[in-house]
């Protein structure tokens, strides 16, 4: 004799408090949706119906949307980028040493003064010049 058996849904019911830290973590950035379903084991939807209720930042009718890239790998970008300008403004000084060092032996062996100097009077301007 063969009995009809039948899987029973288990409905889960969350406490309030439950429900508004959730909406608490992701609010503050802690955490993403995506990291509060795989840390709770509850579904995603449930997580965003959640947010549209309890959320201070929500208003009525406007639905919240979660970008796909988490303030982590943001970070990470921007840090990234951060040292490729380092890297960059580190070649340029590089490149201003060495074009300063070869205007000086220029000017040492040529005896013509290439780079402005600073302390030499300011011309009149519209005067005519010697030619050489």
Same mark, same amino acid.
């Given at each position: 004799?063969?009995? /009809? *058996?039948?899987? *029973?849904?288990?409905q889960l019911r969350y406490s309030e408090d439950l429900k508004k830290e959730i909406v608490s973590l992701f609010e503050k950035g802690t955490y993403s949706v995506l990291q509060l379903e795989r840390l709770?084991?509850? /579904? /995603?939807?449930? &997580?965003?119906?959640? &947010?549209?209720?309890?959320?201070?930042? /929500?208003?009525?009718?406007i639905r919240v949307v979660e970008m796909?890239?988490?303030?982590?790998?943001? *970070?990470?970008e921007l840090t990234n980028k951060?040292?490729?300008l380092e890297q960059i403004v580190g070649q340029k000084q590089i490149k201003?040493?060495?074009l300063e060092k070869?205007?000086? &032996?220029a000017e040492d062996e040529l005896s013509i003064p290439i780079k402005k100097k600073f302390n030499t009077?300011?011309?009149?301007?519209s005067g005519k010049t010697k030619q050489q």
């Open positions: 004799m063969r009995t /009809n *058996l039948k899987k *029973l849904r288990k709770y084991g509850m /579904n /995603n939807v449930t &997580i965003y119906k959640w &947010i549209y209720k309890y959320s201070t930042f /929500n208003d009525k009718g796909k890239k988490s303030s982590s790998l943001k *970070l990470k951060v040292k490729d201003i040493d060495f070869m205007i000086e &032996i009077s300011q011309s009149t301007g």
